[in-house]
């Protein structure tokens, strides 16, 4: 692998090592990418092999078990999805994105990483004992369905990738995952549902929890197959199973074995669990408790918000439709009560991909300027920074942060789910 950066001082450097370099192997096995790179370097008693200036050499060296020998790889090559789910939400982007939009991550190691969910379909004998010797755990995978048949139909991969034989490799061998269920209404929901959950569940504790999200869906899926969108009435549907379920698949910590996602309790009204609810909380980033922990740091903080300004102020929230009915009930009624301040909330119609998708996240740079038009703004705007891809930098149309400020003509900014970002980043400060 290409090393990117040698730190100085580092045992890297001692030995000669610049950029540009190579890591060929540790111990005479190749070095895959820096997950195996993490692994290997672990020992104290390693033979080193590089390519410094196109030359091979070898280095017998004794090391802490820490020396990360002072260098850093780069990026590995992510490894794509082996489905063409029917409800794939890459199928459901409009033409004209950046190519990155159209690619399907089915990578494990990234799922290890940075807890995205995989089907696993792409992954074979060796990849499997390459997560057991590595310990890679937890991980995150997407079952929707444990019926062969349904399972064809749903990832149209034409086979049957043995899931459940995967899985319980896996379990056996002490890794731990995280199940998630992407549930279309009359297709994986009723029996289905039913015998996925409870396949998954002979795999508990290993199998440790299983979430169930609703399908997401745009106004872009021409000739793709027809699914019903989940409705506030469906949504009250299965939030009223929610409770007999985890009594029927009960856990021995007390904590519930299936989580619905925050969207299900905002789509149907229902009154969101106290973040205790959610345990370690390994399933934040997934849509599993965001919304309690953002009103928990709210109740949090709000004793060192600014009690008022000694000259009126005013600035912007924006937010997508589902969390509309959130900021007001919670967010809005505590600003209020600041002396001099004026704060603005607008729901965002999401135009780019339909009514159908009203998340935050999935706001684009030309829908909250077209959101924004004529409105009263103040001193600042400010949205989640879930808006922007994961480097930070660019919204789902390739807009900037600047961008969005010089349309608007008032300073656009990002914060991380946090209020009290907003004053402490000084923007209403004197």
């Known amino acids: 692998m290409k090393i990117i950066t040698v730190k100085q001082g580092g045992t890297a450097e001692r030995l000669g090592v610049k950029p540009g370099d190579q890591l060929l192997r540790i111990n005479s096995k190749r070095v895959k990418d820096e997950i195996d790179f993490r692994f290997k370097v672990t020992e104290e008693d390693i033979l080193l092999e590089f390519q410094i200036d196109g030359k091979s050499k070898e280095f017998q060296i ?6 990360d020998l002072g260098i850093e790889l780069e990026e590995f090559k992510i490894r794509s999805c082996g489905n063409d789910c029917v409800f794939c939400f890459v199928d459901q982007n409009p033409a004209g994105m950046r190519k990155g939009m159209y690619f399907r991550d089915g990578d494990f190691r990234l799922s290890y990483l940075h ?13 499997l004992s390459r997560i057991v010797e590595q310990r890679l755990s937890p991980l995150f995978i997407s079952v929707h369905a444990t019926g062969v048949e349904l399972r064809k139909r749903l990832l149209l991969y034409g086979k049957d990738d043995h899931l459940l034989n995967k899985i319980k490799y896996l379990t056996d061998n002490n890794i731990e995952l995280h199940a998630q269920i992407v549930l279309m209404p009359g297709i994986n929901d009723g029996s289905h549902l039913m015998k996925t959950i409870d396949d998954l569940y002979h795999f508990y504790p290993k199998v440790n929890s299983l979430t169930i999200v609703p399908v997401g869906l745009t106004k ?32 021995s910590d007390n904590r519930p074995f299936i989580f619905f996602s925050d969207e299900w309790y905002i789509l149907s009204n229902y009154e969101l669990p106290p973040l205790s609810y959610y345990g370690s909380l390994d399933l934040l980033e997934n849509g599993v408790g965001q919304v309690p922990k953002f009103l928990d740091d709210l109740d949090r903080d709000r004793s060192k918000y600014p009690l008022s300004f000694d000259h ?16 007001k009930k919670h967010v809005i009624p505590i600003l209020s009560k600041i002396k ?80 009290l970002e907003i004053f402490e980043r000084n923007i209403l400060g004197e």
């Open 220 to 251: 872009h899926r021409e000739g793709l197959p027809e699914i019903n969108i989940v409705t506030p009435e469906y949504s009250k549907m299965m939030m009223g199973q929610l409770d007999l379920l985890n009594k029927k698949f009960q856990t």
């Open 312 to 327: 009126p102020r005013e600035f912007s929230i924006v937010t997508g439709k589902l969390m509309e009915k959130i900021f």
């Open 340 to 419: 001099n301040l004026k704060v603005n909330l607008y729901a965002i119609e999401n135009n780019f991909y339909g009514e159908m998708v009203t998340t935050s996240g999935l706001l684009t740079g030309k829908d909250i300027i077209n959101g924004l038009k004529e409105k009263s703004l103040g001193e600042s705007v400010w949205a989640s920074y879930r808006i922007l891809n994961d480097e930070g930098i660019l919204t789902l149309d390739d807009m900037t942060i600047q961008d969005i400020s010089r349309e608007l003509g008032t300073p656009f900014n990002v914060s991380n789910d946090s209020i």
């Open 62 to 67: 004794e090391k802490d078990f820490d020396d």
């Open 115 to 127: 807890g995205h969910y995989i089907t696993m379909t792409n992954m074979g004998d060796k990849e």
